[in-house]
């Protein structure tokens, strides 16, 4: 195995098992909570006290939409943007009610997470949280690139996410 190889499985563990059909689109959205029908189209639930938000890509961005429901099991809104909770991840905290948690400073279990908000341009935290089955927002315009592209799609992945693109559903 090379050397970023084995770093990879060093950062992030092991790959999902891939199925037989590896050559066909299989990606399914992530969701966080179960939808409801009504008169007006579909409507997220929100679970255990939080409040869901739709997140929108920016004008030179990627992705999404998201639809972002916290819950008691994924409280947090995982903020990888090396300078302590992020702007972004503040705003889907304040209007989901969940708990904003800098991840450079300590570390949570991927299950734990509703949402990551990261800062990456490169091909590193872009496809990690994707692979892990975590919804992923780019501050940056990112594209997916890089080795762990084949797990970004526009269900999971939303990039050059600002404030304003959020919205409270």
Known sequence: MAFWGKMKKVLVGEAPAESKDSNKETSKPVETTPKEQ???????????G??????EHGKKGWGGPLV?????????IYSVT???????????????????????????????????????????????YP?????????????????LMKYINESNFVSGVKEENITQV
Not at 50 to 55: A, E, G, T
Not at 68 to 76: A, D, G, I, M
Not at 131 to 147: C, E, Q
């Open 131 to 147: 692979m892990k089955g975590v919804l992923t927002v780019d501050i940056h315009g990112a594209t997916p690139s890089g080795p």
């Open 82 to 128: 090396g300078g302590g909770i992020h702007p972004v991840a503040q705003k889907i905290a304040d209007l989901t009610g969940a708990e904003p948690f800098d991840g450079f400073k300590s570390k949570a279990d991927f299950s734990q997470i509703a949402v990551a908000v990261i800062d990456c341009g490169g091909t590193a935290r872009v496809g990690v």
């Open 38 to 48: 009504s008169s007006q189209g579909p409507v997220t639930a929100a679970s255990d």
């Open 50 to 55: 939080y409040k869901s938000v739709r997140i």
């Open 68 to 76: 972002v429901s916290p819950s008691k099991q994924k409280p947090l």
